[in-house]
């Protein structure tokens, strides 16, 4: 409750009525930022649906806590009253999204809320669904209740940046990861990459993975690796995500390791082959699906991929190489973020360098970054930017 503490003393030194504002303000953020904490425990798990944290509070303590569940079980508001019972009347309801007032695959969240005798509602985020969007907040005051909207917005909009996308564009969030030398080399000239950043780094991406819809690479970087694409935290629990292998002309043998292993999610192979054709049977026959989609300049049409993954309900993608699946995004902008790997290491010109042919010849061609951000894990340094 240190927070609070803080609080208090910032607010003993304004005048009363801000102190009261202050202190309130300081009191709603507290509570947010332990929503805010439930939200994330969905992340990966919810979609097409947002991930949504919620906390309930009475005479200051939190009675109940819940996130949203996997699509079409509960989402985190019901979550959190269903754990307060008789309690939450009375109680103040923080939740990291505006509340739905409509039926899907379950009832309205603002149902649940009147019946449960919810005192006041705080939320941070507005939903762009218009099926939601200003709804809920709306019949909540016409139901006599208090409701406070925007508490940490900023921070709750980032957390469900792919799902906002997903709503506005139906297409999914694009994050661009990668793991480089200061040279900006992915590999040595021979394609040894193994590895390129250390065991810290390499934990993060794996939590990353946790956290994703989808991981997505090119052919060249399952014949090159052979990878797993799965999710290993130390924990030994996570969740592996869908794996997408673009290969246009089903080159790859189906005994690559992502198509033999064991796991939850499933795997599959994006082609412009015919997916009654001889050569996808002998992935389907292993319990790979092929999906086969429209050619673009010879190749898998990369933007009608993302919306054929945004139509499966899947709104983060993940694309974690080669440097041709790296360049293909970049040229055609279908990124929105990156995450890139800087390990204190040189491998020279020769090396193969991450970014592909981008077609810049003069320096204001360039692509811009924008909100970066730097943060050391070990010896490397990661860096993290928006297109």
Not at 43 to 64: D, E, H, M, Q, Y
Not at 262 to 270: I, L, N, P, Q
């Amino acid at each position: 409750m240190r927070l609070l503490t803080r609080a208090r003393l910032k607010a003993s030194r304004a005048p009363r009525a801000k102190r009261a504002a202050d202190f309130d303000q300081a009191v709603a953020e507290f509570f947010m930022r332990i929503a805010l904490e439930e939200a994330v425990k969905g992340l990966g798990r919810t979609s097409p649906n947002p991930s949504v944290g919620a906390v309930l509070v009475k005479g200051g303590r939190i009675i109940a806590k819940g996130y949203t569940q996997p699509a079409g079980q509960a989402h985190a508001e019901v979550m959190a009253l269903a754990a307060a019972g008789p309690r939450a009347r009375g109680a103040d309801l923080y939740t990291t999204l505006e509340p739905c007032n409509h039926y899907g695959r379950t009832p309205p969240c603002t149902l649940a809320i009147l019946e449960a005798g919810v005192r006041r509602v705080i939320s941070a985020s507005s939903d762009p669904n218009p099926l939601v969007s200003g709804k809920g907040v709306a019949r909540l005051r016409r139901a006599g209740v208090e409701v406070r909207t925007g508490v940490l917005k900023a921070e709750a909009d980032r957390l469900n940046r792919p799902f906002f996308k997903a709503i506005r564009t139906r297409k999914p969030y694009v994050t661009l990861k990668a793991a480089v030398t200061l040279d900006g080399k992915l590999a040595t000239a021979t394609g040894d990459s193994r590895w390129v950043t250390g065991a810290v780094a390499r934990e993060w991406v794996h939590r990353l993975r946790d956290r994703v819809d989808v991981i997505l690479v090119g052919a060249n970087t399952v014949r090159k690796d052979d990878p797993q694409l799965t999710t290993r935290l130390p924990s030994g629990r996570g969740k592996d995500p869908v794996r997408v292998v673009v290969d246009s002309r089903l080159s790859l043998k189906p005994s690559h390791t992502v198509f033999t292993q064991r796991s939850s999610a499933k795997t599959v192979v994006a082609t412009l082959e015919d997916p009654t054709g001889r050569n996808a049977r002998r992935f389907i026959e292993q319990g790979v699906e092929v999906w086969q989609v429209r050619e673009k300049r010879g190749r898998v049409d990369l933007k009608a991929l993302l919306a054929h993954i945004s139509s499966q309900g899947l709104n983060h993608v993940l694309v974690e190489g080669g440097a041709e699946m790296y360049g293909s995004f970049l040229r055609d902008k279908l990124a929105d973020e990156l995450a890139l790997f800087l390990a204190p290491k040189l491998i020279g010109s020769q090396g193969i360098s991450w970014s592909g042919e981008l077609g810049v010849k003069l320096m204001s061609q360039a692509l811009q970054l924008k909100d970066v951000t730097f943060e050391q894990l070990g010896e490397d340094l990661l860096l993290q930017a928006r297109f």
